[in-house]
């Protein structure tokens, strides 16, 4: 069965306290794994798309990478603004999008 | 650009009534997807239109659950006889291809309470 699995489930931060969230994923097929910021009453809103093991993608002071088995989200020097939800969801080539329970960053000035 | 819109933002409704949720998607995009989002949980799949077509209604919960997009463009998703359960908020994403590997678009999500 596939299961995405984030962590940690919240984290706090000092402003300008790098660290990283962790998705690992057991799929069958992986076509495309994605990154997802969630304000509180919004929807998701897109970061990144990543293919295949040993990809990168950069965005201001957000980094995803992924491997065969996980990805991780680099948050680099986190200011208040960057607090949400991210969610990290994967796709096998069915129709839909298969999401994490996500991982609730909390930044503090 | 005009983003994903969603109507109503917040719908209550009492136990029995029927609602209906409206999505106007990105134009041009052919991929439509509903998505049922609990507190503290990540969205999880309803149903998929590409075009007009609904290819895959695997997640709609129950035969109270309908959804149509015909003219390819709008959608609704109808609940009937509404639960106490069907209290979510209701996710609507499109997209510019018909690959589910293409990224997908929210929209800001109905939040449906049911009492």
């Known amino acids: 069965e596939d299961q995405v699995t984030q962590s940690p489930e919240a984290l706090r931060l000092q402003e300008g306290e790098s660290s990283s969230l962790n998705c690992s994923y057991t799929v069958s097929g992986l076509r495309g794994l994605f990154w997802y910021r969630q304000d509180p009453g919004k929807g998701p809103e897109f970061l990144f798309t990543?293919?295949?093991a040993g990809e990168e993608k950069e965005k201001e002071r957000l980094k995803a990478t992924l491997t065969k088995k996980e990805s991780f989200l680099h948050i680099t020097a986190p200011k208040p603004e960057d607090s949400a939800t991210y969610l990290c969801a994967v796709t096998t080539g069915a129709n839909n999008l298969f999401f994490g329970t996500g991982t609730r960053l909390t930044v503090i000035p | 650009g005009a983003g994903v819109s969603q109507s109503p933002r917040y719908k209550v409704a009492k136990r029995g009534q029927d609602v209906a949720l409206r999505c106007d998607p990105i134009s041009g995009h052919v991929s439509l997807f509903w998505y049922q989002q609990a507190l503290g949980q990540g969205p999880e799949f309803l149903t998929y239109f590409q075009n007009e077509a609904q290819l895959d209604k695997s997640g709609l919960p129950s035969d109270r659950f309908f959804a149509e997009r015909p003219e390819g463009s709008v959608s609704t998703l109808k609940i009937q006889r509404t639960q106490q359960e069907d209290s979510a908020v209701y996710l609507c994403a499109s997209s510019l291809r018909r690959e589910v590997s293409y990224e997908q678009y929210f929209g800001p999500g109905t939040r449906l309470t049911v009492t």
């Open positions: 990543l293919y295949s």
